[in-house]
Protein backbone atom coordinates (compact mmCIF):
# COMPACT_ATOMS: atom_id res chain seq x y z
CA UNK A 1 0.00 0.00 0.00
CA UNK A 2 2.69 2.35 0.97
CA UNK A 3 4.26 1.82 -2.50
CA UNK A 4 1.45 2.32 -4.07
CA UNK A 5 0.95 6.09 -2.51
CA UNK A 6 4.22 6.98 -3.22
CA UNK A 7 4.40 6.22 -6.99
CA UNK A 8 0.70 7.56 -7.40
CA UNK A 9 2.96 10.70 -5.57
CA UNK A 10 5.30 10.67 -7.85
CA UNK A 11 3.14 10.58 -11.32
CA UNK A 12 0.83 13.37 -9.98
CA UNK A 13 4.24 15.30 -9.56
CA UNK A 14 5.38 14.24 -13.17
CA UNK A 15 2.18 15.11 -14.35
CA UNK A 16 2.41 18.80 -12.82
CA UNK A 17 5.97 19.38 -14.07
CA UNK A 18 5.13 18.40 -17.70
CA UNK A 19 1.81 20.34 -17.61
CA UNK A 20 3.60 23.46 -16.11
CA UNK A 21 5.34 25.06 -19.58
CA UNK A 22 1.74 24.94 -20.87
CA UNK A 23 0.14 26.40 -17.70
CA UNK A 24 3.10 29.08 -17.45
CA UNK A 25 2.37 30.06 -21.39
CA UNK A 26 -1.52 30.02 -20.69
CA UNK A 27 -1.46 31.89 -17.76
CA UNK A 28 1.48 34.79 -19.41
CA UNK A 29 0.28 34.75 -23.23
CA UNK A 30 -3.92 34.28 -22.67
CA UNK A 31 -5.32 35.18 -19.52
CA UNK A 32 -2.69 37.70 -18.57
CA UNK A 33 -3.62 39.80 -21.79
CA UNK A 34 -6.96 39.20 -21.14
CA UNK A 35 -7.30 40.63 -17.52
CA UNK A 36 -5.40 43.87 -18.46
CA UNK A 37 -7.37 44.24 -21.32
CA UNK A 38 -10.19 44.00 -19.36
CA UNK A 39 -8.97 46.31 -16.70
CA UNK A 40 -7.66 48.89 -19.12
CA UNK A 41 -10.96 48.95 -20.81
CA UNK A 42 -12.28 50.06 -18.11
CA UNK A 43 -10.22 52.88 -17.63
CA UNK A 44 -9.82 56.72 -19.68
CA UNK A 45 -6.00 56.92 -20.77
CA UNK A 46 -4.89 59.26 -23.83
CA UNK A 47 -1.17 57.42 -23.41
CA UNK A 48 0.32 60.75 -22.26
CA UNK A 49 -1.55 61.55 -18.75
CA UNK A 50 -1.82 58.36 -16.21
CA UNK A 51 -4.82 56.06 -16.55
CA UNK A 52 -8.08 56.92 -14.19
CA UNK A 53 -10.57 54.44 -13.84
CA UNK A 54 -14.15 55.23 -14.92
CA UNK A 55 -15.78 52.06 -14.69
CA UNK A 56 -18.43 50.84 -17.07
CA UNK A 57 -18.63 54.23 -18.68
CA UNK A 58 -16.76 53.54 -21.44
CA UNK A 59 -19.23 50.33 -22.66
CA UNK A 60 -22.54 52.80 -21.97
CA UNK A 61 -20.81 55.26 -24.29
CA UNK A 62 -19.75 53.09 -26.82
CA UNK A 63 -23.27 51.26 -26.75
CA UNK A 64 -25.38 53.99 -26.67
CA UNK A 65 -23.54 57.33 -27.59
CA UNK A 66 -20.98 56.11 -30.41
CA UNK A 67 -22.37 55.84 -34.08
CA UNK A 68 -19.65 53.69 -35.22
CA UNK A 69 -19.70 51.12 -32.72
CA UNK A 70 -22.98 49.26 -34.46
CA UNK A 71 -21.29 49.36 -38.06
CA UNK A 72 -17.71 48.01 -36.33
CA UNK A 73 -19.95 45.16 -35.33
CA UNK A 74 -21.86 44.49 -38.12
CA UNK A 75 -18.12 44.50 -40.35
CA UNK A 76 -16.41 41.88 -37.56
CA UNK A 77 -19.98 39.83 -37.84
CA UNK A 78 -20.09 39.96 -41.60
CA UNK A 79 -16.45 39.03 -41.32
CA UNK A 80 -16.89 36.00 -39.29
CA UNK A 81 -19.66 34.66 -40.93
CA UNK A 82 -18.29 34.91 -44.66
CA UNK A 83 -14.54 35.48 -44.48
CA UNK A 84 -13.75 32.56 -41.94
CA UNK A 85 -15.43 29.38 -43.71
CA UNK A 86 -14.90 30.96 -47.36
CA UNK A 87 -11.04 30.47 -46.04
CA UNK A 88 -11.82 27.21 -44.59
CA UNK A 89 -13.35 26.12 -47.66
CA UNK A 90 -10.17 27.02 -49.85
CA UNK A 91 -7.98 25.47 -48.29
CA UNK A 92 -9.35 22.26 -48.03
CA UNK A 93 -10.14 22.63 -51.59
CA UNK A 94 -6.18 22.56 -52.10
CA UNK A 95 -5.98 20.06 -50.09
CA UNK A 96 -8.05 17.95 -52.06
CA UNK A 97 -6.34 19.18 -54.86
CA UNK A 98 -3.08 18.51 -53.91
CA UNK A 99 -3.74 15.33 -52.77
CA UNK A 100 -5.37 13.83 -55.72
CA UNK A 101 -4.18 15.56 -58.85
CA UNK A 102 -1.99 12.81 -60.81
CA UNK A 103 -0.92 14.81 -63.66
CA UNK A 104 1.02 17.90 -63.22
CA UNK A 105 0.89 17.27 -59.51
CA UNK A 106 5.05 17.98 -59.54
CA UNK A 107 4.65 21.46 -60.94
CA UNK A 108 1.49 22.10 -59.10
CA UNK A 109 3.02 21.62 -55.86
CA UNK A 110 6.18 23.58 -57.01
CA UNK A 111 4.24 26.32 -57.04
CA UNK A 112 2.02 26.43 -54.05
CA UNK A 113 5.09 25.41 -51.98
CA UNK A 114 7.59 28.29 -53.22
CA UNK A 115 6.76 31.22 -51.16
CA UNK A 116 7.56 28.18 -48.10
CA UNK A 117 10.80 27.68 -48.99
CA UNK A 118 11.70 31.22 -50.29
CA UNK A 119 10.60 32.36 -46.95
CA UNK A 120 13.23 30.05 -45.63
CA UNK A 121 15.65 30.71 -47.68
CA UNK A 122 15.44 34.67 -46.94
CA UNK A 123 15.48 34.17 -43.48
CA UNK A 124 18.48 32.03 -43.80
CA UNK A 125 20.39 35.15 -46.01
CA UNK A 126 19.58 37.68 -43.46
CA UNK A 127 21.30 35.48 -40.86
CA UNK A 128 24.19 34.78 -42.51
CA UNK A 129 24.54 38.38 -43.34
CA UNK A 130 24.45 39.03 -39.21
CA UNK A 131 26.17 36.74 -38.12
CA UNK A 132 28.96 37.14 -41.37
CA UNK A 133 32.80 36.62 -39.16
CA UNK A 134 33.72 39.58 -41.78
CA UNK A 135 31.58 41.47 -42.90
CA UNK A 136 28.25 41.07 -40.61
CA UNK A 137 26.37 42.98 -39.04
CA UNK A 138 26.66 41.81 -35.23
CA UNK A 139 30.83 41.43 -35.61
CA UNK A 140 30.97 45.38 -37.07
CA UNK A 141 29.07 46.48 -33.90
CA UNK A 142 31.53 44.50 -31.91
CA UNK A 143 34.69 46.05 -33.47
CA UNK A 144 33.25 49.46 -32.52
CA UNK A 145 33.94 48.43 -28.77
CA UNK A 146 37.19 46.82 -29.78
CA UNK A 147 36.35 43.48 -29.66
CA UNK A 148 37.45 40.94 -32.21
CA UNK A 149 34.30 38.32 -32.84
CA UNK A 150 34.44 34.45 -33.52
CA UNK A 151 33.07 33.28 -36.63
CA UNK A 152 30.13 32.45 -34.85
CA UNK A 153 27.70 30.00 -37.64
CA UNK A 154 30.68 29.93 -39.93
CA UNK A 155 33.84 28.26 -37.98
CA UNK A 156 33.05 24.59 -37.12
CA UNK A 157 35.64 25.13 -33.97
CA UNK A 158 33.56 27.38 -32.46
CA UNK A 159 31.27 26.56 -30.11
CA UNK A 160 29.24 29.13 -27.57
CA UNK A 161 28.17 25.76 -25.54
CA UNK A 162 30.68 23.60 -24.46
Given at each position: MRVAKISIRKETAMFYLLISPWVVGFLAFVLGPMLVSLSMSMMRWDLLTPPRWIGLRNFTQAFSNDP?????????????????P????VSLFIAILLRQITVGIKIFRLIYYVPVVV????????????????????NQFLRIFGINGP???FDPNWRCLR
Open positions: LFFQALKVTFSFSIFSVLRLLSGVAAMVLWSFIFNPLLGLLGWI
